[in-house]
């Protein structure tokens, strides 16, 4: 059965750290792109990095670079989102879904979505 479990939202302060995880089982990330995005209220959803299956990194968003950086652990099947140096602005929920080729910055290539998890930025 496949399947993505995104965890570690939450609430934190401007200026704190979260490490998000993206569990994944039915596939391997060894054979997938893993891409992160994110939705604020009322804007429209966005990437901010993607893995590909080998390990390529790709940064998509200028406002988060220097603060955030993505990962994966093949033997953990688990690909993962640091964030640091969270700003209010950086509130939405967040997703991690597979890409079936390469990475994209387009939400349309990739097939399968998480659930999301929600990360708050606020004092």
């Known amino acids: 059965q496949l399947q993505l479990a995104e965890t570690g939202g939450g609430l934190v302060q401007p200026g704190g750290s979260l490490r998000l995880s993206c569990a994944a089982s039915?596939?391997?990330?060894?054979?997938?792109?893993i891409g992160w995005f994110r939705q604020a209220p009322g804007q429209e959803r966005e990437v901010v990095f993607c893995?590909?299956?080998?390990?390529?990194?790709?940064e998509y968003l200028e406002s988060v670079k220097g603060r955030f950086t993505i990962s994966k652990d093949n033997t953990k099947n688990t690909a993962y989102l640091q964030m640091n140096s969270l700003k209010p602005e950086d509130t939405a929920v967040y997703y991690c879904?597979?890409?079936?080729?390469?990475?994209?910055?387009?939400?349309?290539?990739?097939?399968?979505w998480g659930q999301g998890t929600q990360v708050t930025v606020s004092s």
């Open positions: 039915g596939f391997g990330l060894d054979d997938y792109a």
């Open positions: 893995i590909s299956s080998g390990g390529l990194i790709h």
């Open positions: 879904a597979r890409s079936p080729i390469v990475c994209f910055d387009n939400a349309e290539y990739f097939d399968f």
